[in-house]
């Protein structure tokens, strides 16, 4: 039965056609694989839902529904109900984020303003018996001396740990025990019962909790600025692909209509103005031109576009416009398809993380229960002291050492390298370079400097003034290969007279023509300045291999150009120092195999592989890995996203693609490999304290437990213990600044 517009019902009517509508969310307030589960869950029951999937990597969900059924609304209300946030994902969470920022900062300023001002009331009590035990303080002092802790412990209480409380109460909620349960257990119980004992008599433990919150508190703001920046990578990668297209209406009439890219069909033609990104996989119908495509398929150089040339989404028209006709569009084009392979790249996760994923919640109730048993046993022994037995273990066993044992250390190493130009962008990068038996890089830009220059200049004109024209010529493009070589004859030439040249005209793909003292001459390919005279264009011996220009008129080819990659300076070195350490190097490109020899050859790289595409690359990084390898990925371009998704850690070059920098766990900032080489040594460091750390935390407790359950410990006990090994593990961490400054950066 269906209603019409009257409100009649019409028995003979049918249901409303199903209406399909797709949306992607950013989330928020995930901490661990149990999360993702249950909102998947909950979500999935929604009448109305039919898909939804969570990327754990990137805190992104892709969800479609019927909209006759549902609203985005109530979709979004639903996630909110089980704790977490969500957004479409057009809608920009910075204003949030920044307020949640400044809230945190502010929950960590106060517990550390309280933690600093409370030890001067508590350290007497530790240190000063009372009079019953022929101590020198009076029961009077005592009692003020607690109240004034309390007093400075309720803003640490009411709002610096209030997030921990929130999220226990959620976890409980939804039937889950997370660590801010026992965290929040502990410190309100800690809490009560120390208000308790300072009007009823017995220790206080105010000094404890506060510095527990802000220990907690200094955990947990590292574990969200690493968050920060994955969401931050997710931003880069949807703002890749063009937002609008230009659409004919009818080909070839000229009429044309701006379309939103996903409303783009295959076989609809396209114009696209120089300077505009291309928004589909097609083929060139009219137009002459060169496209940058280096972030799709590693070409250092533009690729020279005319009729019947394939043209590929995401790369730049740089000199005419084009008009093409697309053959794949939206989650079909090879854009598509790198970022797809980068998304399911980076939801593997290194074994350590699984393997504490796998047991952290059993630990948890573990505790929780060794609690409440030791507390009903006491009971039965001595009801006076079962409830701080019971805090007593919750406290000693509080995971405040194994929350610090690795942010501990991970900060001070992300300090140390972002002052040497290594930015850290992902925590599990720590573990998988301590422990790399491969290094792979990219050649272009990577090794090399990713600029053309100029290495080599043959001039086979006796009459002179040639170099003035090629110079002139040079000036008047924009073109990668035309400013290296301006940029070299200013630098090396003699000073010549200026040349005034007129009828210029640059051609895409080819290169620069106009006419002096009414001769034509023509810089570019060989090809195109060979047009220009009936001689013979054989290149010399000694430029063989080589990015080539020539300078040509009617007399001949005058000028001969030697473009060249430069390799970094510090390269060969870099490399040298990384087998050093035990690492096998190896060099993937999608250049031609003489040039990528040569780099490999002045590496000293023994294994090189070339004209490689993308899938090529994740092929032989994939297959390393499955023979057990652990792999580092340095690269720069679009074409290395997906290895670098897929590799253990993936390095960035500074200068790189903003799609490597946004997929990458390390940022190499300073452009230098021997800061990577150093970053390798921090990483080894790093990880051998982090694991020094979680053997200090898990030995422990296997001591503190038993001596807890057993009444050998008071709870001011529990506390002190529960401070002094998060304040080990924070010490064990400042070792790390014990490393010597590489020899480069003293000298500099």
Known sequence: ??????????????????????EKLNLSGMRCAACVQLIEFRIRQLAGVASFKINPASHRADISWDSNLL?????????????????????????????????????????????????????????VPVPQIDGDLTPDVDKLLKLASMIIAVPVIAFSALPFFSSAWRDLKNRHIGMDV?????????????????????????????MFVFLLLGARLIESKVQKRTTAALRILTQL??????????????????VDVSALQAGDYLMVAAGEHIPADGVVISGDSSCDEALMTGESLPVTKTTGSHVLAGSVNIHGALVMQAKEVGGATQLSALIGMMESASLEKPPLVLLADKHASR???????????????????????????????????????????????????????????????????????ANATHIVFDKTGTLTMGKLQVMEMLNTNE????????????????????????????????????????????????????????????????????????????????????????????????????????????????????????????????????????????????EAYSGLSPSGKY?????????????????????????????????????????????????????????????????????????????????????AIPAAMCGWLEPWHAALGMSLSSLIVVLNALRLYLLPQPVYLMQD
């Open 241 to 258: 692909s063009p937002s609008m297209a230009q659409r004919f209406l009818t080909y070839p009439q000229q009429a044309l209509e701006a």
């Open 463 to 606: 009459e002179g003034g040639s170099v003035a024209i090629a110079m002139a010529l040079s000036c008047k493009s924009a073109h990668p290969v035309a400013r290296a070589i301006a940029d070299y004859l200013a630098q090396n030439a003699v000073p010549q007279d200026i040349v005034d040249l007129v009828k210029v005209r640059e051609v895409p793909g080819g290169g620069i023509e106009a006419e002096f003292e009414n001769e034509v001459y023509r810089l570019g390919s060989v090809e195109f300045a060979s047009g220009v005279h009936d001689h013979d264009s054989c290149v010399p011996e000694c430029f063989t291999g080589r990015t080539l220009s020539v300078l040509a008129s009617r007399r001949g080819n005058l000028i001969w150009f030697a473009l060249d990659d430069m390799l970094r300076d510090d390269a060969a070195e870099a490399i040298r120092n990384l087998k050093g350490k035990g690492k096998k190097i190896l060099l993937l490109s999608g250049d031609r195999k003489d040039v990528v020899n040569k780099i490999a050859e002045q590496c000293d790289i023994q």
């Open 71 to 127: 609203t985005l609304k109530r979709i979004l209300a639903a996630i909110s109900d089980l704790g977490y946030g969500a957004l479409p994902a057009s809608q920009s969470p910075d204003e949030l984020e920044q307020k949640e920022n400044k809230r945190a900062l502010w929950r960590l300023f106060i517990a550390g303003f309280a933690m600093m001002q409370v030890m001067m009331y508590a350290f007497p009590a530790y240190m």
């Open 363 to 433: 630990f948890l109730i573990i505790i929780l229960l060794l609690a409440f048993v030791s507390g009903i046993v006491w009971w039965q022994i001595d009801a006076g002291r079962a409830l701080w037995i019971a805090i007593s273990i919750i406290v000693v066993t509080c995971p405040c050492a194994l929350s610090l044992a690795t942010p501990g250390v991970m900060s001070a190493a992300i300090g140390i390298l972002a002052k040497n130009g290594v930015l850290m962008a992902k925590s599990k990068a720590i573990q998988a370079m």
């Open 1 to 22: 039965m269906v209603n019409t517009d009257d409100g009649i019902p019409d028995f003979h009517g049918t249901a409303p056609q199903q209406q399909f509508v797709s």
């Open 619 to 703: 092929e032989i990084v994939q297959k390393l890995q499955a023979d057990g390898a652990t792999v580092i990925m340095v690269g720069d371009g679009m074409n290395d996203g997906p290895v670098l998704a897929l590799a253990d850690v993936s390095v960035a070059m500074g200068q790189g693609a903003p799609i490597s920098q946004s997929r990458s766990d390390v940022l190499l900032m300073s452009n230098r490999l021997l800061d990577l080489d150093f970053g390798m040594t921090v990483a080894a460091k790093a990880y051998r304290l982090i694991r020094e750390n979680l053997a200090w935390a898990v030995f422990y407790n296997l001591l």
């Open 182 to 210: 026992p965290v929040s257990l502990g410190i309100l119980l800690t809490f009560f019962a120390s208000i308790w004992a300072t009007f009823h008599g017995g220790a206080v433990y105010f000094d404890s909790v506060i």
